[in-house]
């Protein structure tokens, strides 16, 4: 049964292409994740005359959408490895009700996310750095965007799973069928139905419904290893503490995104006004595009980690980190070349104004200054979370965002009394997090994977 074979190469299958299969899809699943927020800004930043200031608008909503985004990566990102860990030990029930209980978990964060954000929208946004003059356009696409809350949550949270049991392909195609169908959809509404940044969110919502409906409908059919159940829906204390305890550590990660955002946008409106603001929406927006891709590698080669790790196959698990932090490096050293060779380059991708181009271009090789450092900070962080390890994914998971860089953004520009401060906060923490989560992996990975072997069968998969 295919089924079987996927969650048997995990074991077996040489990890080099095995990797390469599980982590092609994710990382394209990633990239195709961010076009839906992408692809909306590179749109909305070319709507002719207002499309500065729209730009700098929805860029005010980035925040909201990190938390709605955060909170299916605490149920689903949290369930996920708990379930990869208990096929590897042969326990597929026990997997199954991990899932029942992510999506009984999706289902209610979606009603309270939806309401609340809906009731408070405007303080909120004001809040999150909106000016009079954007929180228009701010208020238009957020109002469309909150209705598909549900759609998110599932798309989001319960594509995880698909991905537990090897099934990559499934898991990216599951993205790509709603990014298509976004970048198809944007313009249409945008200019041909002339409906702007509404027609924006309208296209976002009914891709990401589409991507939704493809993810449940495969959980629930014969060809998923792992489905949902009407039985296990019913949620279980016991289950549901394990999975926020594991989820705490990826909600955090995208969570704090969305409070670096307010303190970026904040501090950029007070010590620079909307032009900076905007320059801030185009430099996470690029940073999207460089941690998506990295982020895709570790997702994809997770399952490897975490069903090895449950069948105590540790020798496996060791050479699968090995070629993980090698990987991810890769990629952002090559980021950190492309940014900083290209900086003007990249900023027209988004918008075309002169003044914001410049801006952009001289800040991005600054910004970016440390990003080459963060391939290893998430080839650790992503290891502990595969080997369950909650408190330090959680610690990990604060430390980039929350310990360092919103104090450094805050402090900064007012010791120096410049904006330029709050760009250089960014290099700051990502060199300091990536050396701290490297060494802590270090010094716990003899801890964490003995070299003894288990003896049985399934503990001498080749490498």
């Not at 319960?158 to 993205?175: H, W």
């Not at 041909?192 to 296209?203: E, K, N, R, T």
């Not at 975490?306 to 890769?330: H, P, Q």
Request: charged content about 15%; aromatic content about 8%.
């Amino acid at each position: 049964m295919a089924t079987h074979k996927d969650e048997e190469a995990l074991a077996t299958a040489p990890i080099g292409r095995l990797m390469v299969k599980l982590a092609v899809p994710a990382v394209a699943a990633q990239l195709i994740n961010v076009l839906y927020n992408i692809v909306d800004r590179i749109y909305i930043g070319h709507i002719p005359v207002v499309g500065k200031t729209a730009l700098t608008g929805v860029g005010v909503t980035f925040p909201i959408l990190m938390l709605i985004s955060a909170f299916a990566a605490f149920s689903g990102m949290g369930g996920a490895p708990l379930a990869s860990i208990r096929l590897g030990a042969g326990d597929r029930e026990g997997a199954e009700r991990i899932l029942g209980n992510s999506t009984a978990m999706l289902i209610g964060t979606s009603v309270v996310l939806t309401v609340v954000f809906s009731i408070f929208k405007r303080p909120i946004l004001m809040a999150f750095g909106a000016s009079e003059d954007t929180i228009g356009y701010a208020l238009d696409y957020i109002s469309i965007y909150l209705l598909g809350t549900v759609f998110v949550q599932f798309a989001l949270g319960l594509n995880t799973f698909i991905s537990a049991q090897g099934k990559a392909l499934i898991a990216m195609l599951s993205v790509l069928i709603g990014a298509v169908l976004n970048i198809v959809l944007d313009p249409v509404f945008i200019f041909v139905f002339d409906l702007g940044v509404q027609g924006a969110a309208i296209a976002t919502v009914l891709s990401q419904a589409v991507s939704a409906c493809w993810v449940v409908v495969f959980l629930c059919s014969r060809r998923s290893g792992l489905r949902i159940k009407p039985s296990n829906l019913r949620l279980d204390a016991r289950v549901v503490g394990k999975i926020a305890a594991l989820g705490v550590a990826p909600f955090i990660m995208q969570s704090t995104e969305s409070l670096v955002t307010v303190v970026l946008n904040t501090g950029m409106q007070t010590y620079g006004g909307d032009l900076y603001v905007g320059s801030i929406t185009i430099l996470q927006s690029v940073m999207q595009m460089v941690v998506m891709p990295v982020q895709g590698i570790a997702q994809g080669v997770q399952p490897i980690m975490s069903y090895n790790f449950g069948a105590k196959n540790y020798r496996r698990v060791r050479e699968t980190f090995r070629k993980l932090i090698a990987a991810t490096m890769t990629v952002t050293v090559l980021a950190f070349l492309l940014v900083i060779l290209a900086p003007e380059a990249m900023a027209r991708l988004f918008n075309n104004d002169p003044e914001l181009v410049a801006l952009v271009g001289r800040v991005m090789p600054i910004f970016f200054a440390g990003i080459w450092a963060f391939g290893a900070q998430m080839a650790c962080q992503v290891s502990f979370m595969a080997l369950g390890q909650a408190k330090t994914s959680l610690f990990l998971a604060l430390l980039r965002k929350v310990i360092l860089l919103v104090p450094l953004a805050i402090v900064l520009p007012w010791a120096t009394g410049s904006v330029m401060g709050i760009y250089v906060a960014e290099p700051i923490a990502d060199c300091l997090a990536s050396a701290t989560t490297l060494t802590l992996f270090l010094f716990q990975r003899k801890k964490l994977l003995p070299l003894q072997e288990d003896s049985s069968p399934k503990g001498k998969g080749r490498s």
